[in-house]
């Protein structure tokens, strides 16, 4: 895959609180989040930018379902917490069997509408896991305890596995779902020493996209998981502290948001993302 510069970034919205989510609804408004609690939604094509909330906290990973109700990791409040159209906020997960949620990180759906969430824990602490909300709201851990700062996930569109970022062990986790909802024997699909990974995105095509807080850089991993630099921005001014990223519903750009900086851009990588699941809930 050719190497892209940053001058090809499209700047698609600014004036946002620096966001560290950004994802699309199933009606193809995007959504992200600002540190100060801010949900925000841009509608397109000209992604004219409103804020839809407040959740009075740090606002992680965003993830959208049939009716356009957001599901929010707030890292403040330790709780993911639903805001409906309307902007209504109500509390969806607090606490599992095994324990009360420490710092939910992102979010996401799967094909059968159950809603999984990093709670990445303590930065330095291995004491993350990775929790699966199924549509009765029924929580628990399926993998947890020890893990090194969970964050961005991904559903494989071949089979449905998880992929899932440890940030401060630098590396990438396939943990394998089986058909009747069990979870197999994670593995390390890939290493990045050296790099804080942050999001996760995979393409039609099985390629995996992956955004880096540190240094500035997305990477393209292939199913045989070769490693390509995709875009770098050695000065930190258009990918500025890189985190979540996600594909526009229809199109081949790829959106990200910049937790150090003020914008939302995106860039055409020249493949179409997998679809998102949008579960009625």
């Not at 009075?56 to 990791?73: E, P």
Request: glycine share 12%; with cysteine.
């Amino acid at each position: 895959m050719a190497r892209h510069n940053v001058h090809q970034v499209e700047i698609i919205q600014t004036g946002l609180d620096h966001p560290e989510c950004v994802n699309f609804g199933p009606d193809g408004r995007l959504y992200a989040g600002g540190v100060s609690g801010q949900v925000y939604v841009m509608t397109p094509p000209r992604f004219e930018l409103r804020q839809l909330a407040n959740v009075q906290g740090l606002v992680g990973g965003v993830a959208v379902d049939a009716n356009s109700n957001v599901y929010v990791c707030n890292a403040t409040k330790r709780s993911v917490m639903r805001v409906s159209p309307k902007g209504e906020v109500s509390g969806y997960c607090d606490k599992t069997p095994e324990g009360p949620v420490l710092s939910p990180n992102y979010g996401l759906f799967d094909a059968k509408g159950n809603y999984w969430f990093s709670d990445c824990g303590d930065y330095w602490k291995p004491n993350g896991r990775l929790v699966r909300v199924k549509p009765n709201r029924q929580a628990e851990s399926m993998i947890g305890g020890n893990w090194h700062f969970p964050n961005g996930l991904a559903v494989s569109p071949r089979d449905g596995a998880i992929f899932m970022i440890e940030s401060t062990a630098a590396d990438i986790i396939r943990v394998p779902v089986n058909k009747d909802g069990t979870v197999g024997t994670p593995e390390i699909y890939v290493q990045l020493h050296g790099h804080v990974m942050d999001g996760l995105a995979f393409a039609k095509s099985g390629n995996l996209y992956v955004s880096c807080y540190y240094p500035y850089r997305i990477y393209t991993i292939s199913p045989d998981r070769n490693t390509e630099l995709l875009i770098e921005d050695t000065t930190g001014e258009i990918l500025n502290q890189p985190t979540n990223i996600a594909f526009e519903p229809k199109g081949t750009r790829l959106f990200f948001a910049n937790l150090g900086g003020l914008h939302v851009g995106a860039f055409d990588v020249g493949e179409k993302g997998a679809p998102l699941y949008y579960p009625k809930l």
